[in-house]
């Protein structure tokens, strides 16, 4: 599962908020590492659990974890506020972003499959130059989308030159197909009524959407779901599910609603980096010089285009 959208999607009134210190960059630190550490996961589960089948499981149980949390807190989900349209629609574009993901980490490495995944942030700061009025394109965040697409190319190189299979090279495609589609459920979010609700009921609506959906798509595909469970396996997909979902967004909530959000959105740039460093470490995947300079301006990319114009 991936983590929340990079952007803050509640536009409600906040509190004054504090200026960044020591536990909000631990925080954001620890999210960032448990969402490296989610691709890594995934593929683990892929061994035993079929890709969307597991999807659609996490989806759902993520959605009742979600809902227990709002409840306890006294966050409205149901609430009639006309977000329903564009909520259904931003699940929609969830559930294609891991019909992609899944298959994808299936076919490639899990350290490939993240700096591709993590395009994402450049889909959305170019959709957002024509879609929000107030969020153009700066030099700084042109600089950064250069970088980016540079890290692309190098990425790609090493695919087509080096460790390329036929196989791996659509894993490579799948999961920039992916960060695709997270892009665009961001602008969703972003360019709609979606903006002004809760970060939790905009991911609940994800979650119910995406869940029946991601059933449907494997009972279509003829996916076997569960193939074969051990401890790492199952420990993997609890993982994703309660780590990475529950856990690190709620912290990702309490973050946005606490410290400025630009602040804490120009830490993203972590999560591709200990990415790569677990599927090396715990994967023993390769890590040539291509993809670490792929790796590199990627990096640099999504910093500048989170960058705030005073970071302190």
Known sequence: MQRPAIDDPGATARPVLRPMDLIAVTCLVACCLSWGLNQVAMKVT???ITPLYQASARCTIAAGLIWLWCACRGIPLFARDGTLVPGIASGLLFAVNFMFIGPGLSLTEASRGVLFLYTAPFFVAIGAHFLLPGDR???LKIVGLLAAFAGLAVGLSDRLTVTGTAASLRGDFYCLLAGLFWGLTTLVVRATSLRGISAEKNLFYELVVAAPLLSIAAWVVGEQGIVSLSPLIVGSFLYTTIVVVFVSYAVWFWLLNTYPASQVSVFSFLAP???VAA???????PVTWRLAVALILVALGIY????PRTVL
């Open 304 to 307: 500048l285009v989170n960058r």
């Open 46 to 48: 892929n061994d035993g």
């Open 273 to 275: 980096i200990f990415a």
């Open 137 to 139: 394109l700066s030099v």
């Open 279 to 285: 599927g090396h470490l715990l994967l023993d995947e």
